[in-house]
Every structure is written in C-alpha cells, then in structure tokens.
C-alpha cells in the first residue's frame, strides 16, 4: 500500500441499501485507499456486512439529513488529509486509478482538488452527451479546504476562496441505473426531494414555470447538450429530464395547496441532524 507514496488517502461513501453496488465500488478503490470511510443511513440489507468484509473500511452508521449534510458528514470521519469523495453506484477506472497514484507518489503538489470526468452507462451504453458526460466535479481534495453544497439531491464540491484546482484524467463510471424502470423510479424520488426542499425554503407553485420549464428541458438536453448524438437513449434521456422538471412543480402544487405535507416517497428522517 505504501511504496514511494507521500501523502495517505481516505475513501469517503454513502450508503443506504446498496448491496447491490457496494462490492464494486470498494473493490475499485481498495487497491489506492490507506482507509475507507463508509456512512450508512441505517440500510436494512447486507451493505453492512459487506462493507465490514473489506479491512480498509472504517463502517459508521447515522440517520440521513440530506445528502450534501451526509456527505460532509462522510468527510469529517477521515483521517487523512486528502480525500476521494465516491457514491456507492460508481468506480474508479484504470486510468483514474493510476492517476491517483502517481499523485499520491509525487514530490509536490500545487493545487487542492481534483476535478474527474464521470462516464454513466445506460440503456445498454455509456452516455458521452446529453449533458451527461464529461460533467467533471471536484472529488479528489484537501480535507480542510473543500465541502459538500448545492440543492439536495444534486449536491455539488466546491473548494474554498483562493484554492487551487486541477483536473485529473481517467473517468467515475456510474452505474446509476439498473433499467429504464429504476430511472424513473429514482426520477420520482429526487423530484420529491427537490420539491420539498424548495418549498421549505419558501418557493411557491408557478403555473407558468409549470407549462415552460419542461418543454425547456427538453430543448436543452436533446439539442443543445446533443442528445441526438447518444441515439434512442439520447431521446429518453431528454423526455425523462423533461417528465423530472414537471413532476417537481406538480409535488410544489400539492405542497402549495396543502394536499400533502411531504411527498409520499421522501424518507421520515430526511432532514434530521
């Protein structure tokens, strides 16, 4: 583990029931990591026996406020003074990996993060448009001089004022989807948590937003984002994030309107610190 490293890197992921994803991710990471910090949200599967099985992971379990609030909290568990930040649906690639190691193995370093390009298959393949691919992100970086923000779900690293950063090359391949079906599945989820989370901060329902801000999805994804270019997953992808955009002022108006004080499918403890 050690050879001519001179820095020690901490893995940092969040889980909640992901039996099914958890081996892969820990298996491409185990190989560079010093340590493993793995933060469940109380999973009843076998995340936790799975986890435990690697001896680099260090397992701790905690109720799940937001996922930027987890995340941080996922970060605040290392030891070491870099950290590689990971969702259990993804992986490290080779080229990735060596680059992290050269890193790890070099004499000096100049910046504080890391950007990586991530990769998602889909639909039978990797997803290199529609506003799917490069999309690099912050997830390598010092400890103290970078945190988790954004709009949860879809939370976002940013390094502190006047810090350094770079971009690393080799990709994240996310799995995110086991079907078309899980897409949606996880499009009714996220759009519920956004939903609540703005409402919660005091947005109210538009009926024009309601009407525009689908139909402009679709036009950004599909043709300016060159979703036509990744073919009929391409044409989903751009219908989905479409459907995704209306179902969150559609939950707003039920907020709104006072027919529901939580959407259905957002988690009792979602907010507790």
């Not at 990471?29 to 690697?54: G, P, Q, Y």
């Amino acid at each position: 583990m050690e050879g001519n490293r001179k820095r020690k890197l901490s893995v940092a992921i969040i889980t909640f029931n992901e039996e099914k994803n958890i081996r892969d991710c820990l298996l491409s990471v185990s190989s560079i990591a010093d340590e493993i910090i793995v933060l469940d949200s109380l999973s009843t599967d076998k995340t936790k026996e799975i986890a435990t099985s690697f001896p680099e992971v260090k397992f701790y379990e905690s109720p799940f406020p937001g996922h930027v609030e987890q995340k941080n909290k996922a970060i605040s568990h290392c030891t070491n003074d870099w950290v590689l930040s990971l969702d259990a649906d993804e992986r490290v690639d080779g080229t990735l990996q060596e680059s992290i190691i050269s890193f790890l193995e070099s004499d000096t370093v100049s910046v504080d993060g890391f950007k990586m390009a991530r990769l998602t298959y889909h639909l039978g393949g990797w997803i290199r448009h529609s506003g799917w691919y490069p999309q690099r992100r912050f997830r390598l970086f010092r400890k103290d001089r970078a945190k988790w923000v954004g709009e949860n779900p879809h939370d976002y690293l940013v390094l502190g004022e006047g810090y350094v950063g770079s971009v690393m090359r080799g990709n994240i391949l996310h799995y995110s989807f086991a079907d078309f079906s899980h897409q949606i599945t996880t499009i009714n989820q996220f759009s519920s948590i956004v939903a609540y989370t703005r409402f919660s901060k005091g947005q109210k329902f538009s009926f024009f937003k309601t009407i525009t801000k689908p139909f402009g999805k679709f036009i950004e994804i599909y043709f300016f984002k060159f979703g036509f270019l990744d073919g009929i997953p391409g044409l989903f992808i751009a219908i989905s994030s479409s459907f995704s955009t209306f179902l969150k002022y559609a939950k707003i108006y039920e907020l709104d309107k006072k027919l529901t004080s939580r959407p259905s499918n957002v988690r009792k403890d979602y907010g507790e610190k």
